[in-house]
């Protein structure tokens, strides 16, 4: 149940649930009974009643699994709720750095990577900072005072060009202007100008580059590194349909 918009999280996890031999409802959130005013837990029992062996689901409120969790029996799967958190986008992007590194046989422990961007607003950003801590890599924060996180633990910094020289893996994020309250910028030009990844602030040096995607282009990276074999961005994609089999394969598929 996507009540928010998805390209590849509504993709990759019907292609992982295909993969693995399931079969997968597509609610139409926009054309299901919610629009005659049934809640979203009626909505919920009613399909957990079909006998599903899990529900995934997005959604704008953060905390909307552990609510609904009151009122279904299946496991549920979090593709993303709110502020909060989007976990296999963290998974999806760990494998990918991990692939990385383990090409030019290093480990990840210990690398830097530095998130950028509209932090405070971004679930992948949170989600990402708890699982690189765990694998012992070292997370800097990188935006604007507006966008930065209220967290203590983490070094922060405003801009770029005080850390680029240190760090092996940037993580761009989209700044979230549907979850801004107040117009921030008069145009996101003007962000751009500080904080997009351009050819000319990576050089040649040995970074890659990850974005969770939709990149606004030009806002948060320069098309032309689109291009870049150091731009990670399509092999993210493909590892989260592999993450997604993995998460279903340890919380449904338990045959
Ligand atoms: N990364 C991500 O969550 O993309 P979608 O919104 O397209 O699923």
């Keep these: ?16 649930i ?53 009122y279904i029996t299946c496991p549920m799967i979090n593709a993303g709720d709110g502020l909060n958190a989007h976990p296999t986008q963290a998974l999806l992007d760990a494998m990918t750095i991990k692939l990385h590194f383990d090409n030019k046989k290093q480990t990840m422990k210990g690398k830097k990577i530095a998130i950028i961007g509209d932090i405070i607003n971004s679930r992948v950003a949170s989600s990402g900072i708890d699982l690189f801590n765990k694998l012992e890599m070292e997370v800097i924060l990188v935006s604007p005072p507006h966008f930065q996180t209220v967290s203590n633990k983490i070094k922060k910094v405003t801009f770029i060009e005080d850390i680029i020289d240190e ?62 074999k150091r731009c990670k961005i399509l092999s993210q994609v493909l590892s989260g349909v592999y993450i997604r089999m993995s998460v279903l394969n340890k919380f449904i598929n338990k045959s």
């Design 18 to 70: 295909k993969n693995l031999g399931g079969k997968v409802i597509k609610l139409d959130t926009y054309k299901s009974s919610m629009s005659k005013g049934e809640s979203i837990e009626d909505t919920a029992i009613n399909i957990n009643s079909m006998k599903i062996d899990g529900l995934i689901i997005r959604h704008k409120y953060s905390g909307i699994l552990q609510h609904l969790a009151k």
């Design 167 to 228: 760090v092996d893996v940037i993580m761009c994020l989209r700044t979230q202007i549907e979850r801004h309250n107040n117009q921030i910028y008069a145009s996101l030009k003007d962000y751009a100008s500080k904080y997009c990844i351009t050819k000319e602030l990576i050089k040649d040096k040995d970074i890659i580059i990850l974005h969770p995607g939709p990149v606004n282009r030009n806002i948060d990276i320069e098309v032309s590194l689109l291009e870049d």
């Design 1 to 16: 149940m996507f009540f928010e918009n998805s390209t590849r999280t509504l993709s990759s996890f019907e292609m992982a």
